[in-house]
């Protein structure tokens, strides 16, 4: 379950073994047969192609566009479907075994290239949602919140020993005031926090994509690698890290805002979750302390917090935000989400809410997007101007050669989050 693969040990196996599947399968006893095959494959990728066409192209299924690597592993897997199938008529019995074993050799070696595009899951166990981490422990933590402004080295003196990393577990945010159905949040704590007399830290919300969970935002996004990297040449020192459940499942989107629908999702994390965070940890009271992160529909989340609570954040690090809450369809998105109000639709809108707030005093938002991924592109373009138009510090930041994927979101965190971390007061 925790075989590695994304690495080329596995990957370089699955192709080498799909590769001698599909000699043998095109090698006939006659030419009329190895025709045939080839027929059969270059129909099959014909189909795969139109498939993938049909989703992403004319229905847009997924809200996405696939890369061209992903499109083309498709219509390998499709390939190698059709010349299997090929080899199940007119041949002997151990050559129609090995074609039905194929099938999922050549399916499996799709998704493993497909995955490493994505750059989601690591292992077994991510792509069957289990959670690496443990319950959170707790040790010296005592919740504070201090009028220190982003003056957090005052309020400690470092000890000798620091560890060296970070620490990730599993902790239960009560839902005391919103009853949202939330999930267990992951959260973060820097080496800094584990110490006996920890400081004053600033505090940064991660929330995944949808469908997904908070774990995403470690397992997939690696967001306390990043993290760790900050804290080792800061003397400890990073956010800690908050991925509370903004979805209530993985196939729910209450779009960060709260409704009949889909429960109040808002108040649990605007209330419920800072409520937890203060009586476990020394925080500080001043917003350019708090910031929000987020991939996809979590980005969404981060761009709708930032622009319109800038009394409680004041940095976003989004990467591919779509220009506000939606369920895909307006009709559905103000029916399912606002209760058949366009106008509470509107005002949730960070446009709206970026002229409504507008000028800000002291907000950032940085905007990650993939360089392959144009509509998102488009979206992120958008947010920008808006935000600098109501004079918030935005920055686009464009990863090269990635799509709508966690590629994408590593790349976001690498470079996107120093320019937070100024906003919070961690770099001068």
Known sequence: MTLRIDKPPFLVAVDVLSAVLVLYLLVRPTLRRTVAGLLSAAAGALIGWLVSWLLVDVFDVFGVTLTPVTRMWAILA????????????????????????????????????????????????DVLGVVPYPALSFHAEKGEVADIGTDYASTWTPPASIPAKGKVGVVRIPATESGFAARKAVVYLPPAALTAHPPVLPVLYAFPGQPGAPADVFTAGRINQ????????????????????????PGRNPMCVNSAAFGNSATYLLKDVPAWITAHFRVSSDPAAWGVFGYSQGATCAVQFATGHPERFGSALASSSELGPTLGDRATTIRMGFGGSAQAFEDAQPAHQLAEHAPYRNSTIVLGVGQNDAKYTAFARTLEADATKAGVRATLLISPGTAHDWNTVRHTLQYGFPLIAAQMGLTS
Do not use: C
């Open 226 to 249: 990043t993290m760790d990297a900050f804290a080792a040449q800061h003397h400890g020192i990073a956010p800690i890290v908050v991925a509370a459940d903004q979805l209530g499942g």
């Open 78 to 125: 499709f390939a190698g479907i059709g010349l299997a199938i090929a080899n199940l008529f007119r041949s002997r019995w151990w050559r129609k075994v090995v074609a039905v074993l194929s099938i999922p050799v050549f399916v499996l070696t799709a998704g493993a290239g497909i995955n490493v595009d994505f750059g989601e899951y690591r292992d077994l166990n």
